[in-house]
Structures are given as C-alpha cells and as structure tokens.
C-alpha cells in the first residue's frame, strides 16, 4: 500500500511538470503571436506613414 501511494505521489509529480511544461509552451506561443502581431502592426503604419499600402489593402 506504501509504495502505491509513492507512486501516486510520483505520477503527481510528472503531472505537474508537464502542466508547468504546456503552460510554458502557452506562453510562449501566446508571446509569439503578440510580437508577430505588434510586428505586422507596425509594418502595416509604417507603410500608411509612407502612403504605399492603399494599394495593397486586405
């Protein structure tokens, strides 16, 4: 019985590790998009600021 509760206890462990891991990737990912879009952003003023884009407007 002691040593199924260690290996509960130690699948617990591994559990939050990977939960620390997918949050980590999250992140991450959630950081990309933010500066892919903050980048895009600005590349799309720059190009008002320049008057190119009424052309090449989405």
């Avoid at 509960?8 to 999250?26: A, G, S, T, V, Y």
């Amino acid at each position: 019985m002691k040593h199924a509760i260690r290996k509960f206890k130690h699948n617990l462990k591994h559990n939050d590790e990977w939960h620390q891991n997918i949050k980590e990737f999250i992140m991450g990912m959630i950081i990309l998009v933010i500066v892919i879009v903050g980048f895009a952003y600005c590349y799309d003023n720059a190009h008002n600021i320049f008057g190119f884009s009424h052309n090449v407007r989405r």
